[in-house]
């Protein structure tokens, strides 16, 4: 049995619970989307050329590369049919508690953008939805964010605390406003020319300030429409030069602080998803249609690579494939390696759960 089917029959045994019983069209697609994801991991790019490659079939490979385009071009293939039944099964296994949500874009495919809306589960960010659109320079506009904020707020749960994080690109006024009539929080970084006023009258913002000090104005408003009361926040983080500027609805500055580093996590997530991963930078589809579908393939690859790099440090097994005096990767890098290291040796995979983030 070729890699390729190894990883694809693991795929398909690990989603049974989620995906138990599909018959016509509906199954064929979603062994087509197990062989995508499969052909990803395997070939460890996101070019249809090398996915067919690691994919067994009597087909020429060729062939393969106008199945798979086939299956990405179906307007009935969708994160609907796949990947929110997915995320009905997984979000209940890593919701234990109040939900930092983890907004960032970048670029993928060609000439195409990415945001990304992502859970930080223990340390690591898990990605639950997201938007795509043309053009590879700039930000997200606003109507973007408020369009991923609803289709949040239809697949989270109503009865827990959101937090929703993001940089500069997220501090739009009517994005906030939405933020709060859903009941949740924020915690976002501004410009250092932001214009915060107390009383109608403007306040100073310092330029600078010492390692880990920080100033904070509360209940002070927001831009020239007085949006507020917000949190000001001045920071300059240990060992840093610059002073990082943050807006939020939280009281206690150290709370909203400790939520704001956790974005950190979303850098680790795209890099694994692209250079370090999948390179979905490099893929040259600039459908957005099919790359939502690619993107959805390589989401629910990274969820399953997460998985293997906890079992391999659960099991101790990462002594093996990495240095024992310390660990300097993630989970998904680690997965990777122990992948690898099972499919050159050729050892069985083993048997991982969708279910078992926990």
């Given at each position: ?15 049974k ?40 079939s ?37 919701i ?25 589960y223990k ?12 053009g ?33 690109e ?23 020319n ?97 790359l ?67």
């Amino acid at each position: 049995m070729s890699d390729g089917s190894k990883v694809f029959a693991e795929l398909k045994r690990s989603l049974k619970k989620i995906f138990p019983k599909m018959s016509g069209h509906e199954a064929s697609h979603f062994s087509t989307l197990l062989h995508m994801t499969a052909g990803m991991i395997v070939s460890k790019h996101c070019h249809l050329p090398k996915i067919a490659g690691k994919i067994k079939s009597a087909a020429k490979q060729e062939s393969i590369v106008i199945k798979l385009k086939r299956w990405m071009n179906n307007k009935s293939v969708n994160v609907d049919l796949f990947f929110i039944p997915f995320l009905e099964k997984l979000l209940p296994t890593i919701i234990n508690g109040p939900i930092s949500l983890i907004l960032d874009g970048s670029v993928v495919g060609r000439n195409s953008a990415c945001l990304m809306a992502s859970i930080v589960y223990k340390n690591r960010a898990i990605p639950i939805s997201w938007l795509m659109r043309d053009g590879r320079k700039g930000h997200f506009k606003e109507r973007y964010h408020i369009e991923l904020l609803m289709i949040l707020k239809s697949i989270l749960p109503s009865d827990v605390e959101i937090t929703i994080i993001g940089d500069g690109e997220f501090d739009g006024i009517e994005f906030l406003q939405k933020i709060e009539e859903h009941g949740w929080n924020y915690v976002t970084r501004t410009a250092k020319n932001a214009r915060i006023t107390q009383h109608g009258k403007p306040i100073q913002l310092p330029k600078r300030l010492k390692q880990s000090q920080l100033i904070i104005f509360q209940g002070v408003s927001f831009t020239k429409v007085y949006y507020g009361p917000i949190t000001f926040i001045a920071w300059r983080p240990e060992n840093q030069k610059n002073i990082i500027y943050l807006i939020c609805n939280y009281l206690s500055a150290n709370k909203a602080i400790q939520y704001y580093k956790k974005r950190q996590s979303i850098e680790t997530f795209f890099s694994d998803l692209k250079t370090k991963g999948f390179h979905l930078q490099k893929s040259h589809i600039s459908d957005l249609c099919r790359l939502n579908n690619l993107i959805m393939a390589a989401c629910i690859g990274y969820i399953w690579i997460v998985l293997l790099g906890k079992y391999a440090v659960n099991k101790g097994l990462n002594r093996i494939f990495h240095r024992t005096e310390r660990c300097d990767l993630s989970l998904f890098q680690l997965g990777f390696r122990f992948i690898e290291y099972v499919l050159n040796n050729d050892k069985k995979i083993p048997k991982i759960h969708f279910m078992e983030l926990a």
